[in-house]
């Protein structure tokens, strides 16, 4: 890639403590040179990696800035690249950027500086997928997921499985070119190898499961009768006064959603309608009870709020019957109240009291351990390229006994490329801009 790209790599779309502005190609120190100075550089002598404190001459402005040069290969890019830390504020960020320009570096493309990192070996393609997660995750549980892509932790089958097939691949080349020299046992041996490399592809696609979780987080519908608290127990989850609480039946209408994050995890408490049957339900509550028993459908886990201050009524019992397909954790509220015993985690919305063992409830319903122990693949390029491999390597395997060693090489060479399209050694043009272009100009 040639030229000198410049951006911005902070959000300088409002004022900050400080934005950071990236420089990086072949003449990025020769601009430095030419438009900052420090009492601590002499002869434009800059020491790589050193921070300096001086003064951005814009010509037109001055800004005291701190500088730091990276000289390639030493850098994120592998290219020469220099960072300037100014102070936040748009105009001056905006005019630092302006005199790069002026001084022959041209404004970078989306991801340009990540691509650059990547087409110098800097990086792999998966480390790539994993800074874009990074960038974007919201949750502490997305970002412990995002470094192990991104340190390599969780493709690393995939890149094993790579080189077992590439051995394969010249084992059989080997027979194919020279079918007197080599041993019959070769077959044998390139089987473990396909073998082991569809393993490890099934074994990274098997951390695919829980994507939708990782990301989206898990549903739960708080259910039960009119009244019973669900509302005010999905304010005391969140701690804050959400849903509106009233002691007339049938406050909640339509469905309130809020997030909360626990543990790193994304949890969306889904508040519903108290569902009931009689001659009081109005067109506007029926069509919110029917919402209810569609969230209950959906959600990954229901919380059954039953009112320990009545004893258990027919539409309870209605309400089991919906449940039954569910996983269900069942609470008894209004304890500081209380005049029925019943079965579930005791807790008062109004007091708070019990709020922590259902917290613990839920985490264990979650399986958010395997999420975080285990990791998650989440990318669809990912997760396809991978199928594709294993339908490769099935055949391969099946073939290998039966047919001539040219079919299955050529099979083994399609997994290979499949695999390539996750760690990059085979990525198509195509496949390396749609990678890129969703990141952030800057990175
Ligand atoms: N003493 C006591 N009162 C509670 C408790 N939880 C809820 N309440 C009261 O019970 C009444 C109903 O509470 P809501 O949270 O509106 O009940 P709901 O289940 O959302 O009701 P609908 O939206 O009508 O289905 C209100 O007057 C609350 O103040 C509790 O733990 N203790
Ligand atoms: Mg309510």
């Known amino acids: 890639m040639s030229g000198t790209i410049c951006a911005i790599s902070t959000n300088a779309s409002k004022a900050s403590g400080i934005n950071i502005i990236r420089m990086s190609g072949e003449n990025s120190k020769e601009i430095i040179d030419r438009i900052f100075e420090s009492k601590k550089i002499i002869n434009k002598e800059m020491i790589p990696n050193m921070m300096y404190l001086g003064l951005i001459n814009g010509g037109t402005f001055f800004e005291k800035a701190l500088c730091v040069y990276f000289k390639a290969p030493y850098s994120y890019t592998g290219e020469d690249l220099v960072e300037i830390h100014c102070h936040g504020g748009i105009g001056v960020t905006q005019a630092i950027l302006r005199i790069l320009v002026d001084n022959g570096a041209r404004i970078a493309d989306p991801g340009e500086f990540s691509k650059r ?57 080997a027979k194919l070119d020279y079918p007197e020299e080599v041993e019959e046992d070769v077959f044998d041996l390139a089987k473990e190898k396909i073998s082991i490399a569809k393993a490890n592809a099934e074994a990274v696609l098997s951390k695919s499961k829980r994507a939708k979780t990782l990301n989206k987080g898990i549903d739960i519908a708080i259910v039960g009768i009119p009244n019973a608290g669900k509302s005010s127990l999905l304010n005391a989850l969140l701690n804050e006064d959400r849903a509106i609480v009233s002691n007339i039946e049938g406050t909640t209408r339509d469905i309130i959603k809020e997030s909360i994050e626990i543990e790193g995890l994304r949890i969306n408490f889904l508040d519903t309608a108290g569902i009931r049957e009689n001659e009081e339900v109005g067109e506007i509550e029926k069509l919110g009870i029917e919402r209810s028993e569609q969230a209950i459908k959906k959600a990954n886990i229901c919380i059954f709020v039953q009112d320990s201050t009545k004893p258990n009524t027919p539409e309870e019992k209605r309400i089991e019957d919906l449940l039954k397909d569910s996983t269900v954790i069942k609470v008894v509220n209004k304890t500081d109240i209380s005049k029925y015993p019943k079965e579930g985690i005791l807790v008062s919305a109004k007091t708070g009291e019990g709020i922590d063992k259902l917290i613990e409830k839920i985490m264990d319903l979650s399986d958010q351990k395997e999420i975080f122990t285990e990791g998650v693949i989440t990318s669809e390029r990912h997760i396809f390229a991978l199928n594709e491999c294993i339908k490769y390597l099935d055949s391969a395997l099946v073939n290998i006994d ?21 760690t990059g050694h085979d990525a198509t043009e195509e496949i390396i801009n749609e990678v890129f272009s969703r990141f952030c100009v800057g990175k």
Do not use: W
């Not at 997660?133 to 340190?151: C, F, H, P, W």
């Not at 094993?160 to 051995?167: A, C, N, P, T, V």
């Not at 047919?403 to 290979?416: R, S, V």
């Open 402 to 422: 039966s047919l001539p060693a040219e079919c299955t090489l050529a099979d083994i060479k399609l997994g290979l490329k499949e695999l390539g399209k996750i």
């Open 117 to 173: 990192a990547f087409l110098n070996s800097k990086i792999t393609l998966s480390e790539a997928d994993g800074i874009f997660d990074m960038i974007n995750a919201e949750t502490e549980g997305q970002v412990r997921n995002a470094y192990k892509l991104m340190s390599g932790e969780l493709t690393k089958g995939i890149y094993e499985g790579e080189k077992e097939l590439e051995i394969a691949c010249s084992m059989l080349e």
